[in-house]
């Protein structure tokens, strides 16, 4: 059942359009992936599912009602949790919660069940009565989706919730997405880690320039680039100039270079390795590595739009 539907929203600040005719189905119970680049559009949209700002034009229909209608009732069954940190860094951790529950409209024994739910979710409750502010970045981030679950949101929206964060706090929260899922949340997970995505979500929308590029499950998407091989070479001098150079091999359907590391994109790989390895030895780029593998998130985006996702 679809239970979020845009329909060609769009949002201009000045002469940028930061959304481009945006519409999208996302379906009840699924963890629902927006993955691009930093400046995609992704935050933006967000902002206007969860009403904190307004499309120029188009329309948002949650569970069968516009949002612009039934703004109040809507707002209800939606959970946030902000790219940035939305804590009171002088106040415990108890005392945030405590605080956001009360925003929620909870109160009484009910609220402190809510709270103590949040912290055995965000797997902190022996630091309740620490201040925030003693906090690590991924400890900070944990009370910040514990805050957004007080209520039991039935659509819970996360915005780049692991930028900057330990490598044990990350998977924390990812698991936490898993578990809440499973109890039948629906989730909406915005991101430019790609690996975050294709492990969590079981349908992706890929968003650039602020417009949806492609959208589908994950082997809907791979088919896009015909199942093609990637080759990753690692090798010095590796720049433009040879990316180019790659590029006009027969049989390469896209190549870029980051740091040391060639990306290229093959209709066959076993085909074009051996020119790939003459033109990188006639350039003087030392290859200290290959590895093949097969079509990931990257490679569709790399194939859509020529170029990787943090270029």
Partial sequence: MCLIELKGLEKSYGKTKAVDNV??????????????????GKSTLISMVTTLISPDSGEIVIKGNSLRKKTGEIKKL????????????????RENLMFWGRMYGLGGALLKERVE????????????????????????????????????PEILIMDEPTVGIDPQSRNHILETVLKLNGKGMTVIYTSHYMEEV?????????????????????????????????????????????VEILKAIDGIVNASAEANTIKIIAQDAETVLAK????????????????????????VFLHLTGRALRD
């Fill in 198 to 242: 294709e492990f969590l979500c079981s349908r992706i929308a890929i968003m650039d320039h602020g417009k949806i590029i492609a959208a589908g499950t994950k082997d809907e998407l791979r088919k896009l680039v015909d199942e093609r091989d990637i080759i990753n070479i690692e090798a010095a001098n590796a720049g433009n100039k040879v």
């Fill in 23 to 40: 519409s999208l189905q996302i379906m009840e119970g699924e963890v629902f992936g927006l993955l691009g680049p930093n400046g995609a």
């Fill in 117 to 152: 739910e949040a912290f055995e979710l965000a797997g902190l409750k022996e630091r309740a009565g620490d201040r925030i502010d003693s906090f690590s970045g991924g400890m900070k981030r944990r009370i910040n989706i514990a805050a957004a679950l007080l209520h039991h």
């Fill in 276 to 299: 790939v390895i003459s033109t990188l030895d006639r350039e003087r780029c030392k290859v200290h590595s290959i590895n093949i593998e097969q079509t990931n998130l990257e490679s």
């Fill in 78 to 93: 939606l959970g946030l949790v902000p790219q940035e940190i939305a804590l009171y860094p002088t106040l415990t951790a």
